[in-house]
């Protein structure tokens, strides 16, 4: 039995910062930050863009990104760079043939420009010493983009975007002067362990990274690493890729690098969707456990801590309320209840029941064991694990 005085310190701070996590944590909670509000005039003038696609065995996947990517209703010249990072089945054809049986699209001069002569197909070089796979691709496309575009849109394989969404980044980057406008990709949301963990785990980005506070001219920087358009000649100010090259969580490394050059703009969508499926219980554990350590700088006082930290702020007040006393009771209540209401925007967001609110508790919990679970790779030197590197190792 848990000491009264114990108890009655433990929901004391729990409550605490759940009060201090909703009322002064830039309202991270709310959702307010979305692509389509508070956008500025469209531009006179529409810059040049060309996207970069990194993928490495993207089969199943390829051709709905692709196909969205050719079929954007651009105004002004628009290209697209898939950098095929040593597939083995078959993703740069299956791109290919997407774009060939693509209708024309519109370009500055009034052309029809096809889908074939939009994109190109790069094969990936091998990769190099002190970068990770995904960041060598990009800088390959970056390299092939040359100094025409006026901005790059870097966006992942495994994400579709609705035809007006280029138009939507480039009014806001050239309306607001933005240097990177990002936009966090809707996740799929369909299985069991999708409808149970992926609303949480854009919730817990955002508590670490407060889009409000992002998208403030000083403070924090992030990215959400699916869709992110780059002012061209503010990257190269910045070092260009290569001063991320070894991140593992490399569009917060990005977004951090870019805000060092300018206002930076983070939102959610739900106009651009993420197609990758993550069917079992494993699979979104395997998401989470990729980089959950290298959040935590490799640190072992920090892993702990950080468990710890979530068995007290989360655990605790349900113990407290099944199990407590008195105040310690009632403080416990008021801290489950708090973290209930804060969860109940992004539950709306994903169409989710509002009683999964009340299951957060558990959630961390699981949470926590995919970060115990990415430290335990990384000791074993498969951290960091994606498409058949180890890629942790590198940041440490």
């Known amino acids: 039995m848990i000491a009264p005085s114990l108890a009655l310190a433990t929901g004391g701070i729990a409550l605490a910062v759940w009060l201090v996590l909703v009322f002064a944590r830039d309202g991270f909670w709310l959702t307010a930050e979305r692509d389509t509000q508070g ?78 002569d939009r994109l190109t197909i790069l094969s990936g070089q091998p990769l190099a010493p002190g970068w990770t796979g995904k960041l060598w691709a990009v800088s390959q496309g970056i390299a092939a983009a040359g100094d025409t575009p006026a901005y790059l849109w870097l966006t992942d394989a495994d994400i579709a975007h609705a035809p007006d969404t280029l138009r939507t980044l480039v009014t806001r980057a050239v309306g607001d002067s933005r240097v990177l406008v990002t936009l966090m990709a ?10 149970a963990l992926i609303p949480a785990f854009v919730w817990f980005f955002q508590m670490l990274y407060p889009f409000g506070a992002v998208n403030k001219p000083k403070g924090v920087g992030a990215a ?3 869709c992110m358009l780059a002012e061209r000649a503010a990257l190269e100010r910045a070092g260009g890729i290569a001063a991320v090259r070894n991140a593992l969580i490399d569009d917060c490394a990005f977004g951090a690098l870019m805000k060092t050059q300018g206002r930076v703009w983070l939102g959610l969508t739900d106009r651009s969707v993420s197609i990758r499926v993550y069917d079992t219980w494993g699979s979104v554990a395997a998401m989470i ?67 999964w609110g009340l299951t957060l508790p558990g959630i961390a919990i699981f949470y926590a064991g995919c970060t115990f679970a990415s430290a335990w790779a990384h000791w074993r030197g498969r951290g960091g694990m994606w498409k058949g590197r180890a890629q942790a190792a590198l940041s440490a």
């Open 289 to 355: 456990s990729r980089s959950a350590y290298a959040q935590l700088g490799y640190s072992v006082i920090a892993l702990f801590g950080t468990i710890f930290g979530l068995g007290l702020i989360y655990l605790g007040p349900v113990l407290l309320t099944l199990f407590g006393h008195g105040y310690a009771r009632w403080l416990g209540l008021g801290a489950w209840a708090l973290m209930a209401i804060a969860f109940q925007p992004m539950l709306r967001f994903y169409r989710r029941s509002p009683l």
């Open 186 to 195: 809707k996740l799929r949301c369909e299985s069991l362990a999708e409808r």
């Open 39 to 116: 956008l500025p005039p469209a531009p006179a003038h529409w810059p040049a863009v060309t996207a970069v696609v990194p993928a490495r065995d993207e089969a199943e996947v390829i051709a709905r990104s692709i196909g969205s990517l050719v079929a954007q209703d651009y105004p002004g010249d628009f290209r697209i760079i898939l950098v095929d990072d040593n597939s083995s089945d078959g993703t740069a054809e299956i791109a290919r043939g997407v774009a060939g049986d693509s209708a024309p699209s519109p370009c500055p001069s009034g052309e029809g420009l096809q889908g074939k």
């Open 224 to 226: 959400a690493g699916g």
